[in-house]
């Protein structure tokens, strides 16, 4: 069945980095254009980052030039390198793969960014 699982978050002082992971199995990851979204509590569900098939990249204003999203076709994986961490940056971070009309949701894994 398919699967996303994330796992890196924690908590990280202001200025920090964390590395997220997504393992994906289950669906021809290759073909999938992934994201990464991230829900504060009381608040909507916001699109951090994203990359296409192709390599094609795209970030939210908020996180550019400090997060980076990057994947392995080999290992289906899917990566968030986030540098320069803030406090507003604190949220339930999840893994999200597209396809058509085929969308699957990872369980999210929790950022803290305080001191």
């Known amino acids: 069945q398919v699967q996303l699982v994330e796992s890196g978050g924690g908590l990280v002082q202001p200025g920090g980095s964390l590395r997220l992971s997504c393992a994906a199995s289950?669906?021809?990851?290759?073909?999938?254009?992934m994201r990464w979204y991230r829900q504060d509590p009381g608040k909507g569900r916001e699109l951090v980052a994203s990359?296409?098939?192709?390599?094609?990249?795209w970030y939210a204003d908020s996180v550019k030039g400090r997060f980076t999203i990057f994947k392995d076709n080999i290992k289906n994986m899917v990566y968030l390198q986030m540098n320069s961490l803030k406090p507003s940056d604190t949220a339930v971070y999840y893994c999200?793969?597209?396809?058509?009309?085929?969308?699957?949701w990872g369980q999210g894994t929790q950022v803290t960014v305080a001191s």
């Open positions: 999200f793969a597209t396809y058509g009309r085929f969308d699957y």
């Open positions: 289950g669906f021809t990851f290759s073909t999938y254009a």
């Open positions: 990359i296409t098939s192709d390599g094609d990249t």
